[in-house]
């Protein structure tokens, strides 16, 4: 780890702290003298520019992951009822296991040998739009044009959001607040109005609650904690939802696609073990422990000095949590840590997903929508699992494709971000 | 050890949980249906947060924050994302009123 002080003398006392080793990495993030801060995130605390003012005001300020103390932990417990594991039950077998098949069923494209042609980056990206819309309360994506116009948003808000990660910072952040303008007026707005008329109608007796699914714009639309009062915590709170539900769900799947067809071509004689879904579980936990959460480190504010055994934090200071390098801490994880091993031998105490989905407070809510209840029937499990069933395989003709990011002299910050991701199902057919 | 009341159990209806102090311990106390009252500690084991203020869910409870589930018979982790189990305590009950057997703790466990 390294202690930067990028502010010239005089100037600024506080420093940028770089964090890599997972057992100072758990100690920190869990520590209470630690927390989330939209201008860190934004690269805008130590360096305040202009660019990074537009990305707290427009992306970060005010949602969950900003939010903090008694605040954080009243809205925490809101949401968390949107992950209870009757809703997870139901947002697998009712949405994503069914957006599944209608989005393979419209995009891919069959060959003359009888195999299908898909982008897996496109439908994956398509089936957690779907999620996300449900999970938020978003209308008008029933239709394909409605659920194009939703998809046109989708990657330049995760570059919004993201935009501190990114080469062409500018042009990311200007894309991410176009994109940020439709997600609002075309999708948010609109349906935040139905949610109130859902409401109302409940009140008046013409619709049962039951008939009324839970969602975030239902917790909105009845401020269900005084923050969602103010607009604007409530469009970042959506535009937050959006990014977690789809940009690094898609991610997920991709690179455990990615990872596992390499792990079956050297080890052929574990292909039938797709049928295990312990095993695809821990493929899919390795593939985070490696990459997630997809960009190269978390940020957090030293509130106080932080007791984290050799490393020297101070109130103020600026903390970078490179979580994939965390991931791939050799200590821990072995002399092999850069390499995909879904039959890793893990330490007790220590997650297979390293820290994937961060720890302490501001841990992802998601996690068990990935992993289940139990930790091997989630969503993106299964999902996983029926790409392999339908003999998925890199297609030889076409390139993947990634974004571009921002320079690092360590390979392991290169996470890919795969924007097009073509492939080939040897064993898959539509369904009529 | 020692032997301490920490409620009557007239208090503490079936399917309900409470937190109480004892012997310098924080411990969450269930009313469960099929086994009645059962006792753990009341700090979930992966974030400091209350157990008692969570969900009761058949024999487990759920932590209201990251939702870990605790067994409350064994104590063991019933649902992710934690993995270290919690204490439990041993219960007796002699007419309405509930006993727990604790080893004082110097600090509190929550």
């Known amino acids: 780890m390294a202690s930067d002080s990028s502010a010239q003398a005089g100037q600024c006392p506080f420093s940028r702290v770089e964090i890599e080793k997972l057992d100072v990495l758990q100690k920190v993030l869990r520590s209470k003298a630690v927390e989330e801060d939209a201008n860190v995130s934004a690269d805008n605390y130590l360096h305040p520019d202009e660019l990074g003012a537009i990305n707290v005001k427009a992306f970060q300020e005010g949602n969950l992951a900003m939010s903090k103390g008694d605040a954080h932990r009243k809205r925490r417990r809101l949401l968390n009822q949107l992950v209870r594991p009757e809703q997870l039950v139901h947002y697998r077998e009712e949405i994503i296991l069914p957006a599944v098949q209608r989005w393979m069923g419209r995009k891919a494209e069959e060959n003359a040998d009888g195999t299908f042609s898909i982008d897996l980056a496109g439908v994956v990206e398509l089936i957690f739009l779907e999620f996300a819309a449900k999970i938020i309360g978003i209308q008008g994506v029933e239709s394909e044009e409605g659920m194009a116009r939703l998809r046109g948003c989708a990657l330049p808000i995760f570059g919004g959001l993201s935009a501190a990660h990114f080469e062409n910072r500018e042009e990311v952040t200007n894309a991410g607040l176009e994109a940020r303008k439709v997600f609002v007026e075309e999708f948010y707005k609109p349906s935040l109005e139905f949610a109130k008329s859902q409401l109302a109608r409940v009140e008046a007796g013409d619709l049962s609650e039951d008939e009324v699914p839970l969602n975030l714009l239902h917790m909105i639309a009845t401020e269900a904690v005084e923050d969602y009062a103010d607009e604007e915590t409530g469009v970042k709170e959506a535009i937050l939802f959006f990014v977690a539900t789809t940009g690094t769900s898609a991610q997920a799947v991709m690179s455990t696609v990615d990872y596992l067809i390499g792990w079956f071509e050297e080890h052929p004689e574990d292909r039938q073990r797709i049928e295990d879904m312990e095993f695809v579980s821990n493929a899919l936990q390795e593939t985070l422990r490696l990459r997630a959460p997809f960009i190269p480190y978390l940020t957090r504010l030293a509130v106080d000095d932080v007791d984290a055994d050799e490393v020297d934090i101070k109130a103020g200071d600026e903390i970078h949590a490179y979580i994939a390098r965390a991931g791939r801490d050799s200590n821990v994880f072995g002399n092999d840590s850069n390499q995909f091993n879904p039959d890793r031998a893990i330490p007790e105490g220590i997650n297979r997903y390293g820290l994937a989905f961060a720890t302490g407070p501001h841990q992802c809510l998601g996690l068990r929508t990935v992993l289940g209840n139990d930790g091997k029937s989630g969503s993106h499990l299964r999902m996983v699992q029926g790409l392999f069933r339908a003999g998925i395989r890199r297609d030889p003709d076409q390139q993947i494709r990634t974004l571009p990011l921002k320079h690092s002299d360590d390979p392991r910050d290169q996470i890919p971000t795969f924007v097009s991701f073509p492939v080939i199902l040897d064993n898959w057919s539509k369904v009529a | ?110």
């Open chain 2, 1 to 110: 050890m020692s032997r301490v009341e920490v409620l009557k159990a007239s208090d503490l209806p079936v399917g309900e949980m409470t937190k109480i102090e004892a012997a310098g311990r924080t411990i969450c106390v269930a009313h469960l249906e099929e086994h009645g009252f059962r006792a753990i500690d009341d700090r979930c084991t992966h974030e400091d947060e209350s157990l008692s203020e969570g969900y009761l869910c058949d024999e487990s409870v759920e932590c209201p924050m990251h939702s870990s589930r605790f067994s409350f018979l064994t104590g063991e982790v019933t649902g992710v994302p934690a993995w270290i189990p919690v204490r439990t305590y041993p219960v007796e009950v002699e007419g309405d009123s509930v006993f727990l057997i604790v080893e004082e703790s110097k600090e509190a466990s929550a």
